[in-house]
Structure formats: C-alpha cells, structure tokens
C-alpha cells in the first residue's frame, strides 16, 4: 500500500468480532467483500482526504478496548468502529470509549434496527460521536468523510481532539 500523505491525521479503524469473516459469512446480510477487499479500496479514500488509516481487527473485547486508548495515547483524529456483536453486549468496550477524548464513530454494515430484537440496542451508541449503519462497506467510507468533515469543522481545520 502507498504511504499516506505527509501530516495526514491519524484514524484508527476497529473491527470486532466475526468481521475477519466478511465475503463469507452471511453474504445476504453482509455482502460479498472480504474485510480486506473492504480495506484496501478505503485506505486509498483515506489517503485522498489526507487521512492515515490504521485499520486493525480482532475477535477479543480486550485487544479493542486496548486500541481504543492506543489511539488517544497516538494522538488519533478519530476512530471508526464496526463492534460487531459487542456493540449490544460489552459495557467495557461502552467504558473504553467514555473514557478517552477521541471521537468514535459506530458503524454497522447491516441495519440493527431491521434485524433481530437483541440487536435493537447497542451499548456504545450513548457514548459515540454517532452512528453509520445499513449501507454496507460504503458505511465505512461515510464514516471516513465524516471524519474529514470534523477534521474541517474545527477552527482552521486544526487536528484537535474533541472534547
């Protein structure tokens, strides 16, 4: 992959539980692209907003409450995270995200709403910058350009953690 811009601002991207299996698990609700066809296509978005994108996945609630302080620590923009299944379950990853000044923003693939009643809630929602869901991939590039949006939104555009 090219390097991103030099000064590009820093995004985490997070994906949970299950999301390693994308292309394969659940096509109909979840279409046909591999997490990492999902990826390169939004690494090269990325670096056309002049944003760094740092993408991670992992199927351990721990290893995603670790990145989320990693990317306060590092100094991110922003953070996007597709929770998966912990979204409805996990008041740590929910504690995580209250607990650092990075703005979050929660994305689904499908739409929770429209699917089964457990999957009406999620735990993060209250604690995110907001929320993208039932576009598939191109939910996570929605969430990339409203990362960009923020980054413009502040005065002179400046890389300041929302508070």
């Not at 209250?126 to 929320?131: K, S």
Request: glycine share 8%.
């Amino acid at each position: 992959m090219a390097q991103p811009p030099a000064g590009a601002a820093l995004v985490f991207l997070l994906n949970g539980p299950n999301l390693n299996r994308l292309g394969r698990r659940e096509p109909h609700v979840y279409g046909r692209q591999s997490l990492h066809d999902i990826l390169s296509e939004l690494e090269r978005h990325a670096r056309s907003l002049g944003l760094a994108l740092e993408a991670r996945q992992s199927n351990h609630e721990g290893a995603l409450v670790d990145w989320l302080h990693e990317a306060e620590d590092r100094g991110a923009l922003a953070v996007i995270l597709n929770a998966g299944a912990l979204t409805h379950t996990s008041l740590a990853l929910r504690d995580a995200i209250a607990a650092i000044a990075v703005p979050v923003i929660e994305v689904h693939l499908s739409n929770p709403a429209a699917r089964e009643p457990f999957r009406h809630r999620s735990r993060i929602a209250p604690v995110v910058r907001g929320v993208i869901q039932g576009f598939g991939a191109l939910s996570y590039r929605l969430a990339l350009d409203a990362v960009a949006a923020m980054r413009q939104e502040r005065p002179g555009g400046e890389d300041q953690r929302h508070d």
